[in-house]
């Protein structure tokens, strides 16, 4: 742009801080508009009992709980997978049309809307497999949604484990699984944590794929099994929005549950953090 480089220098890192400020002063606002306005709905009562009069009145209680079991069952299917994936492309897989191939179906499973995960997950695991509309089949649909991003984190994470580490394990006799299973991984943990946090975040706030797979529009109990129907999050809150004839008189009951939906959220993100950072210091010692 102009003849001095640290003109142009100091124009750039001017337009970095502009954008980060921009960004940091949007997730601000849009906590202070939730937080004062979703404070005043909770309580230990809203957050531990059932939904009452079709929503307008009682607690959240059964949407936590079907958030948290869609959490942790996509999670348990879709990290082992991703991160097996990522190691076999990365440490494996040979330059050919097979990984060109399978690294494009990566890409585009990432860019594909989260509605066609949910027609998908409609078509193969409620009707073809049978499991129902039931927590199985949303978890199930919600791992393949987030597979792109666990795998994509992982290679990442791989990548940057430097090629001296694996060339004098090997070096030392050590077969390639041993090298990549004691040097690599323990190196490339805290990138592959990364990719889980960004997919907790997008597992708890997905609302397309489970309203066809399994999420309930008003259900006053805890699921029994794996294949119930559930309440969540982010679909009560969808509903309570969108649907009925109380939108006005539910509306701190909104609030409050994109409050609740923020703070688990949040706090299953520092657990992960804290292991990210946990490995991190380990790996420096």
């Known amino acids: 742009m102009f003849s001095n480089p640290k003109i142009n220098e100091k124009i750039a890192f001017t337009l970095l801080k502009i954008a980060t400020g921009m960004?940091?002063?949007?997730?601000?606002?849009i906590l202070y508009y939730i937080i004062s306005n979703g404070y005043s709905a909770l309580s230990f009562e809203f957050i531990t009992s059932m939904p009452k009069s079709r929503?307008?009145?009682?607690g959240i209680y059964p949407a936590i709980a079907g958030t948290m079991y869609l959490i942790v069952g996509s999670m348990a299917v879709a990290l082992p997978l991703g991160m097996l994936a990522a190691i076999y492309l990365t440490e494996y897989a040979q330059p050919g049309k097979t990984t060109w191939a399978i690294e494009m179906a990566i890409s585009n499973l990432a860019g594909t809307p989260s509605v066609v995960f949910g027609l998908f997950g409609l078509a193969m695991f409620v009707k073809y497999l049978g499991f129902g509309a039931s927590i199985l089949s949303a978890s199930l649909t919600l791992?393949?949604?987030?597979?792109?991003?666990i795998i994509r984190a992982s290679q990442e994470g791989l990548l940057t484990v430097p090629k001296e580490y694996r060339e004098a394990s090997l070096a030392l006799g050590v077969t390639k699984w041993e090298t990549?299973?004691?040097?690599v991984l323990p190196a490339a943990i805290p990138g592959m944590i990364t990719g889980a946090i960004l997919s907790i975040g997008?597992?708890?706030?997905?609302t397309a794929p489970i309203l066809l797979?399994?999420?309930?529009?008003?259900?006053?109990?805890?699921p029994d099994s794996i294949y119930s129907q559930f309440m969540a999050l982010p679909y009560h809150l969808y509903v309570l929005a969108t649907s009925?004839?109380?939108?006005?008189?539910?509306?701190?009951?909104?609030y409050g549950t994109a409050l609740i939906l923020l703070i688990i959220v949040l706090c299953v993100n520092v657990v992960?953090?804290?292991?990210?950072?946990?490995?991190?210091?380990?790996?420096?010692?």
């Open 180 to 183: 990549i299973r004691r040097v």
């Open 272 to 285: 992960a953090v804290s292991l990210r950072s946990h490995y991190r210091k380990k790996l420096q010692r």
């Open 143 to 149: 791992a393949l949604l987030i597979l792109p991003v």
């Open 23 to 29: 960004v940091v002063a949007f997730v601000l606002v």
């Open 213 to 222: 797979t399994g999420a309930a529009y008003f259900l006053p109990r805890l």
């Open 202 to 206: 997008r597992v708890a706030g997905e």
């Open 55 to 58: 929503m307008t009145e009682g």
């Open 244 to 254: 009925g004839t109380s939108i006005a008189q539910t509306r701190p009951i909104q």
